[in-house]
Structures are given as C-alpha cells and as structure tokens.
T-cell receptor, first 113, second 114 residues
Framework: GENVEQHPSTLSVQEGDSAVIKCTYSDSASNYFPWYKQELGKGPQLIID?????GEKKDQRIAVTLNKTAKHFSLHITETQPEDSAVYFCAASKGQAGTALIFGKGTTLSVSS | DVKVTQSSRYLVKRTGEKVFLECVQD?????MFWYRQDPGLGLRLIYF???????EKGDIPEGYSVSREKKERFSLILESASTNQTSMYLC?????????????FGPGTRLTVT
C-alpha cells in the first residue's frame, strides 16, 4: 500500500524567511496530493493541493511542487509570518471514491518574529 | 462553505464505558472518515464509509465500531473505552472536485479515558 514520508519533523524559521517541507510517496498510482495546516486545538485545514497532471501550483505565499518521476512533492511558504506557525501534513491518494488519504507524520513549523 | 461538525470538543469517560462520537456533514458527501491523532504518530485511519450502511476498516479498527444509518451522519463507537483510546478523534468527509475527492475535517474531539 501507499506510504508517505515527511521531512523535517520540526522546522524553525525567522519571520520573513522561506520554509520548505518535503514528502515522498511510494505508490506510483497516487494522483492527488493535498497539504493541510493544523493550528492548536483545531482540525486540519486543506490549504493547497496538486494533481498529478500538474508540476507546480501557487496560491499567494504558498506553492506546491510535484516530481512524479522521483515521487516527491514539496510545500513552499515564502515571507513567513508568525501566524504560519502550525503543524503541516502532506497526504497522497488515488483520489477515487472510497479511497482514503495516506498522511505523512507532520511538520511543526515555528515562525519567530 | 464546507462544514463538518463533531458533537463534542472535549469528552472525559471512564474505563469500560460505551462512548459515542458523532460527526455530521450537511453537504451530501458520500465518503466519511474517522481518524485518531496522537503525538508522533500522525493521523491514523480507524474506519471509513463510502455510502449509507457501508463501512470499511482502516489501519487501526480494533476496539472501535461505526454506524452510518443516514448519509449525513457517521458515528464512531468505543464499545468499552480503555485508557489507550485517549486521543484526539477527527472526522472528515469528501467532496468531488474536478475528478478527485477533496477531504475536509471537523474540529476534532479530544477524548480522555480515565
């Protein structure tokens, strides 16, 4: 079955710096790769996703890249702000009905001002 | 706006009690999921349902059961709660967007079993 590895487990940056979180997946049939942000005491929130027919997607300060050949995808946050501090999860799935997301173990991002 | 609600944010139960965690979505989503989240272990899938009265075991179904009598409601049941079931429980549902199923989470229920 699918396995998703996420690195690093913790990441500390200064406000204004960039942050990069990387994930690898094992199942070449996976075609949907969402990223979630979880703030303290809340459920994970979908912040951006990418499908396998796209190499890069950007939404304001957040971007995600996908390398299907290498089976890895990354989240890039530019100009980080203290409110970006949270736990970030990557996930992978085949995107079909009845299939579950497989999650990485999460990255705790701390942005200090 | 996608909205998934869970019946309780915090719950304290005693060992051996039967516990019901309720999840409701009002968006006519077909797929619903229950996860538990523990430090260092990430999100682990307990059960999911892709239709009314249908259920599939996830990675860690032992000690849990589920019920889906109506499309909008998915219940997680702990038949006899144990201390190792102390955890954050997250419900999710999915909607079809441009050919893939996007998944949305509820706020979570933090369950403590004493």
């Amino acid at each position: 079955g699918e396995n998703v590895e996420q690195h690093p487990s913790t990441l500390s940056v200064q406000e204004g710096d960039s942050a990069v979180i990387k994930c690898t997946y094992s199942d070449s049939a996976s075609n949907y790769f969402p990223w979630y942000k979880q703030e303290l005491g809340k459920g994970p929130q979908l912040i951006i996703d990418i499908r396998s027919n796209v190499g890069e997607k950007k939404d304001q300060r957040i971007a995600v890249t996908l390398n299907k050949t290498a089976k890895h995808f990354s989240l890039h946050i530019t100009e980080t702000q203290p409110e970006d501090s949270a736990v970030y999860f990557c996930a992978a799935s085949k995107g079909q009905a009845g299939t579950a997301l497989i999650f990485g173990k999460g990255t705790t991002l701390s942005v200090s001002s | 706006d996608v909205k998934v609600t869970q019946s309780s944010r915090y719950l304290v139960k005693r060992t051996g009690e039967k516990v019901f965690l309720e999840c409701v979505q009002d968006m006519d989503h077909e797929n619903m999921f229950w996860y538990r989240q523990d430090p260092g272990l990430g999100l682990r899938l307990i059960y999911f349902s892709y239709d009314v009265k249908m259920k599939e075991k996830g990675d860690i179904p032992e000690g849990y059961s589920v019920s889906r009598e109506k499309k909008e409601r998915f219940s997680l049941i702990l038949e006899s709660a144990s201390t190792n079931q102390t955890s954050m429980y997250l419900c999710a549902s999915t909607r079809l967007v441009q050919g893939v199923y996007e998944q949305y989470f509820g706020p979570g229920t933090r369950l403590t079993v004493t």
